[in-house]
């Protein structure tokens, strides 16, 4: 379905092959208008960018029932930028950047849903907390405090590597840390259910360890620019 280009067909094609309940971020970095609108028209909603000056020009060009997510490493200096419309954050990475967010999301009178992104990668990666770093984070008095952000549950990128088992791995600890989590700290919080991964390379391993959204772009759109 990679060769040929035609981007409501590999849509349509991949849908086909997802689990009813996975939700399909389809990631739209360095895509033009044009790509991204033939993927809405084809009934695609739900877009992820990873800068944000790119997801502010593009979220308002494009059609306002778009649901924006945003995957990247975030500046706490940017998040007032996307706090008015952004639907999800998939990369909190620090206590700092939910205290901002929870401001500027309630200054907007609006919840923003987030996930922690976790380091599970063998490779070196800058962005991305530990298993501990999490916990005191959920555990800390200033959490309970925020009520302008939802947290949602966990999101990781595993290694660039074609060693599959390694990926499998990494992503299984992913999906183990989630269930710990879950039982531990969210087993009374119904909004604690979300488990982001999986990309064009690894989505499938990622849904056979427990994925509940894939963020997926190449497949779709083809090698970036
Ligand atoms: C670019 C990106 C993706 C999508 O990667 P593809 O290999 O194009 O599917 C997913 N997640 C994040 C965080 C990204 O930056």
């Known amino acids: 379905m990679n060769i040929v280009m035609d981007i409501k067909e ?15 971020v389809l990631v739209t970095k360095t895509q033009p208008d044009e790509k991204i609108l033939e993927a809405y028209n084809a009934g695609q909603k739900i877009f ?11 979220a308002s060009r494009l059609p306002k029932d778009i649901e924006w997510h945003f995957i990247g490493h ?8 996307i706090a008015p ?6 990369s909190v990475d620090s206590l700092k950047l939910l205290q901002i967010i929870n401001k500027e999301a309630l200054r907007n009178n609006r919840i923003v849903d987030c996930l922690f992104q976790m380091y ?7 962005f991305g907390l530990t298993l501990d770093e999490i916990v005191t984070i959920i555990t800390s008095s200033e959490l309970k405090e925020l009520k302008n952000i939802r947290m949602k549950g966990l999101m990781g990128m595993a290694s660039f590597t074609e060693n599959k088992e ?8 992913l999906a183990d840390t989630f269930k710990k989590l879950k039982e531990k700290y969210y087993h009374d919080d119904d909004n604690f259910k979300e488990l982001s991964m999986g990309m064009s390379d690894d989505y499938t391993i990622a849904i056979e ?4 959204i894939a963020r997926i772009g190449t497949l779709i759109f083809g090698e970036r620019m």
Do not use: D
């Not at 990873?50 to 502010?56: D, G, H, P, R, T």
């Open 10 to 24: 590999n849509i349509n094609a991949l849908k086909i092959s997802l689990p009813q309940y996975l939700k399909l």
């Open 166 to 173: 390694q990926v499998r791995s990494e992503l299984r600890f």
């Open 48 to 58: 992820g960018e990873n800068k944000v000056q790119e997801l502010i020009t593009k």
């Open 85 to 90: 419309f952004v639907s999800m954050i998939h």
């Open 209 to 212: 360890e427990g994925s509940t």
């Open 120 to 126: 599970i990668a063998q490779e070196e990666t800058k």
């Open 74 to 81: 975030l500046q706490s200096n940017k998040v007032k930028y």
